[in-house]
C-alpha cells in the first residue's frame, strides 16, 4: 500500500510548476526510491501507535539517502538501509546529491534517531511503536541554494502541493491506524489538523528538532520525552 501512495503522490505534484522564489525542487522520492521502498518494506507494517511527521526533507537528510531524517549513520548502520541514490533534474552546484557518500550531517536526523536508539536500542523495537514520515517529499531551494519550506511559497502553487500531500497524508493514516499523529514543529502540525479533520484520529505536536528552533538547542530529547509522555509513551531506555 505504500508503495502504491507513494506513485500517487510522486504522479500527483509531478506535473506542478515551481517559480520564483524557487530555483530547485528535488524530490527524493524518484532518486532515492529504492531507499524509501527499503525503508518502507522494513519498518512500514501497520499498525503502528504514533506517526511521527516532519514538514519536508532537509538538504542533508531524506534529500541524500531518501529515509525521513536520514542521518547517514543511522540509516546505514542502524536501520541497516543501503541503496543506489541517483540524481535529481537539476542541482544547485552548492547542493549536490552525493548519496551515502555525502559527509554532511542531518542534524535533526541525528537528534531524532539519537533519541530513538538511547531509548529503545534497536530500529525494529522503535519502529514497532513509531513510523517517520513528512508530510511534503520534496526540498525546495532558492537561486542562493538556500532551503526553503513548502509553507513560503507563492499560494498558487502552494494550495496544488498542499492539495496532494493531504491525500497522501490521509492515505497513510489509513494504512498505519495510528493513535496518534504528531507534527514536528508548528508548521508541520497546522497542516495535519487541516488535512485530517474529521478523521477521527487524535493529531498532536511536538517540537522540531531542528537548530533552527532554540528550545531543541538546549535538550531536545528531554522535550520529545515530556511530549511522548502526555500520550502515554516513555522511552524504555534499552
Not at 505534484?13 to 515551481?18: K, L, V
Not at 498532536?204 to 532554540?214: E, M
Request: aromatic share 10%.
Amino acid at each position: 500500500m505504500l508503495a502504491g501512495i507513494t506513485d500517487r503522490l510522486v504522479s500527483s505534484i509531478e506535473g506542478i510548476a515551481f517559480g520564483p522564489p524557487v530555483a530547485f525542487a528535488y524530490n527524493p522520492l524518484v532518486y532515492a526510491r529504492q531507499s524509501w521502498d527499503l525503508y518502507c518494506a522494513r519498518f512500514g507494517l501497520s499498525p503502528r501507535k504514533v506517526l511521527l511527521v516532519g514538514l519536508n526533507p532537509g538538504p542533508f537528510g531524506m534529500a541524500q539517502v531518501g529515509v525521513p531524517f536520514g542521518e547517514i549513520s543511522a540509516v546505514r548502520d542502524w536501520m541497516g538501509i543501503v541503496a543506489p541514490v541517483g540524481r535529481p533534474r537539476a542541482e544547485h552546484p552548492a547542493r549536490p546529491i552525493l548519496g551515502f557518500q555525502c559527509t554532511r550531517s542531518e542534524v535533526s536526523g541525528r537528534r531524532l534517531w539519537g533519541w530513538a536508539m538511547d531509548g529503545w536500542t534497536t530500529a525494529d523495537r522503535f519502529f514497532e511503536t513509531f513510523f517517520v514520515t513528512n508530510y511534503c517529499p520534496l526540498v525546495f531551494m532558492e537561486s542562493s541554494g538556500r532551503n526553503l519550506t513548502p509553507d513560503k511559497l507563492p499560494s498558487s502553487v502552494r494550495n496544488a502541493l498542499f492539495s496532494a500531500c493531504d491525500i497522501a497524508i490521509r492515505d497513510t493514516v489509513t494504512h498505519f491506524k495510528p493513535e496518534f499523529v504528531m507534527g514536528m514543529g508548528t508548521v508541520t502540525a497546522t497542516r495535519l489538523r487541516e488535512a485530517l479533520d474529521g478523521f477521527g484520529v487524535t493529531v498532536g505536536q511536538v517540537p522540531h528538532p531542528s537548530p533552527a528552533n532554540p528550545a531543541a538547542n538546549r535538550g531536545w530529547g528531554e522535550l520529545m520525552d515530556r511530549s511522548m509522555a502526555q500520550i502515554g509513551i516513555s522511552r524504555p531506555r534499552g
